[in-house]
């Protein structure tokens, strides 16, 4: 690969087919034996009939735009800024969707519904489906968006499968934060031990009563996103716990408190210490310096990176993009989100961006990739969180009032692959919700505080209407001028400042706001009367959700 060369997939032996069909000039999918669908990413089975009869469709190359997002932010070698990355429903089988590029036109000339062909671009060993306007364009431009089968999702969440809960032989009893900043500098690790020390004292107990270990997500190669997760922490401190858990394939650090939910309930532990931990921000200053390595990728893995859909923004604004095509959603819409966090991180003195933030501000900040601005994205930083889980029967002789689980909502209702989820909303966002409120008596409207993931503003929309605060599609009336999310309005959201100004703990600090709500003290930034929570955790996938309750 030359400096001015984009670099190429990774080709295995499952995707050999798709990456190389393009030398002949036509595109290949798996296609099911049995019910003729088209499957991708490729399965040995049909996830539509679970048929095993598997095999390789040629087809016509034709499809549908369903979303484009240009790139202003980032850069690979062979593909500098401005770019577009596009996504495509193919016209044999709109259910299969790729992540591509658009190319031979200006991002003006794309307009969505539009029919596209492919074209080929050959990286190496590879043949990249591209895509451009195709001649012959439809009279009527429409949009396969799933909206039926979204509709659909609530009716497939599963029963309970007995009446007695987990979440009410659990709770919390203590949270700790280590310092926050951009470019702390300092080893990940001593984070962690700050932020766990702090929860432990917060709880009333020592280290020596701590028998269970969560986090997410344990030992990563992402620069700057772990600690080293459960060794680092163990060998740090000699825990010696009786259960452990650390991994990536859960809803974020709230999936890790889950685990240690089930932990607790199940007698494998009476007090876990669960935990989070980013350097992102001392990484990329360590990288700059030339104090840690950083090579440039020769091959790029899965099936949105090699057509530079490098950041999680890529995927969220085509699905924020399509919000605002069928619901008349605008960068203000989003920008309402922005301001309330910035407003609340005024009141924190732990927060990274505290100064006030002006519509005007928000709208003119440099493009990320439309219809992104910098200010719809959170901040990264150098912090870590820590949350005691423990055993009902030990929550009120320690130190804190404690704070109670009535629910989670954890089913996975939608595709997994980003690319082949939920369209108009953040995936694993529609499903999650609906089994939350199937887990409880509860409904939106007794919620009193809600802390939901905004990695990005459209992130913490998707929840909104998920989770039916608003109506589906109707965030646009519910966030006009901001009241209805402020400390004062009828929801208060992000109080602590959100991961857009506060900085991005990955969520768990939304965790440590919910609580500290809970027990009514935040301080000047505290909403009177909080007794219920609603705390999302995850960004795209995975994600859940967590309703905590104070103590009576």
């Known amino acids: 690969m030359t400096d001015t060369q984009r670099p190429g997939p990774v080709i295995t032996e499952e995707n050999e087919f798709f990456w190389t069909s393009g030398a002949d000039g036509w595109?290949?999918?798996?296609?099911?034996?049995?019910?003729q669908a088209l499957i991708h990413p490729p399965q040995p089975v049909c996830r539509y009939c679970h048929g095993h009869d598997m095999g390789v469709r040629a087809v016509s190359g034709r499809a549908t735009l369903i979303g484009f997002t240009v790139n202003h932010r980032f850069a690979l070698p062979g593909l500098p800024a401005p770019y577009v990355v596009a996504q495509v429903a193919l016209e044999e089988d709109p259910r299969?969707?790729?992540?591509?590029?658009?190319v031979q036109c200006t991002p003006d000339e794309l307009e969505l519904g539009m029919r596209m062909e492919v074209v080929f671009e050959q990286v190496e060993d590879a043949w990249l489906?591209?895509?451009?306007?195709?001649?012959?364009?439809p009279a009527e431009r429409t949009l396969p968006l799933g909206e039926e089968e979204t509709r659909q999702l609530a009716r497939r969440?599963?029963?309970?499968?007995?009446?007695?809960?987990?979440?009410?032989?659990?709770?919390?009893?203590?949270?700790?934060a280590s310092e926050l900043g951009r470019r702390l500098l300092?080893?990940?690790?001593?984070?962690?031990?700050?932020?766990?020390?702090?929860a432990i004292a917060d709880a009333g107990l020592t280290a020596a009563d701590i028998d269970g270990l969560a986090t997410y997500p344990g030992p990563t190669p992402h620069g700057g996103f772990s600690e080293g997760g459960i060794t680092a922490l163990e060998s740090a401190l000699g825990l010696e716990p009786t259960w452990y858990n650390g991994g990536g394939e859960t809803f974020g650090p709230g999936g890790s408190l889950v685990s240690a939910m089930l932990a607790v309930a199940g007698g494998l532990a009476r007090h876990v210490l669960c935990f989070r931990t980013v350097w992102e921000a001392s990484y990329g200053e360590l990288v700059r310096r030339g104090r840690i390595a950083q090579d440039t990728p020769r091959r790029m893995d899965g099936w949105i990176k090699p057509f530079g859909g490098v950041s999680a923004a890529h995927t969220l604004a085509q699905n924020a993009q399509r919000h605002f095509h069928r619901y008349g959603t605008t960068r203000e819409t989003l920008g309402w989100i922005a301001l309330n966090q910035r407003a609340n991180a005024a009141l924190n003195p732990t927060a990274i961006y505290r100064e006030p933030l002006t519509m005007d501000a928000y709208l003119s900040a440099r493009p990320i990739t439309t219809p992104f601005g910098l200010y719809d994205c959170d901040v990264p930083c150098d912090g870590a969180v820590a949350v005691i889980v423990s055993s009902v029967d030990t929550a009120r002789d320690l130190a804190q009032p404690p704070v109670f689980v009535e629910a989670v909502g954890t089913q996975l209702l939608e595709r997994l692959e980003w690319d082949q989820s939920t369209l108009t909303h953040e995936p694993q966002v529609l499903g999650q919700s609906a089994h939350l409120w199937s887990r409880t008596t509860l409904r939106p409207q007794d919620v009193d505080v809600a802390e939901l993931y905004d990695g990005f503003t459209f992130n913490c929309l998707s929840w909104l209407e998920g989770l039916g605060f608003c109506g589906i599609g109707e965030a646009k009336d519910f966030l006009e001028g901001g009241k209805n999310i402020a400390r004062d309005g009828v929801?208060?959201?992000n109080t602590h400042g959100g991961q857009l100004s506060h900085g991005r703990t990955h969520g768990m600090g939304l965790i440590e706001e919910a609580v500290v709500q809970l027990r009514g003290a935040a301080g000047v930034r505290q909403v009177p009367g909080a007794r219920i929570a609603a705390v999302s955790t995850g960004g795209l996938a995975p994600s859940g959700v967590l309703l905590l309750r104070a103590d009576g």
């Open 491 to 493: 929801l208060p959201l």
């Open 157 to 176: 969440v599963r029963p309970m499968v007995t009446t007695e809960k987990f979440e009410d032989k659990v709770a919390i009893t203590g949270v700790g």
């Open 96 to 102: 299969v969707r790729l992540t591509t590029n658009a």
């Open 27 to 35: 595109l290949r999918l798996t296609e099911c034996g049995s019910c």
């Open 186 to 198: 300092v080893p990940p690790v001593s984070l962690t031990v700050q932020a766990c020390e702090r």
């Open 129 to 137: 489906p591209l895509f451009r306007p195709a001649p012959d364009q």
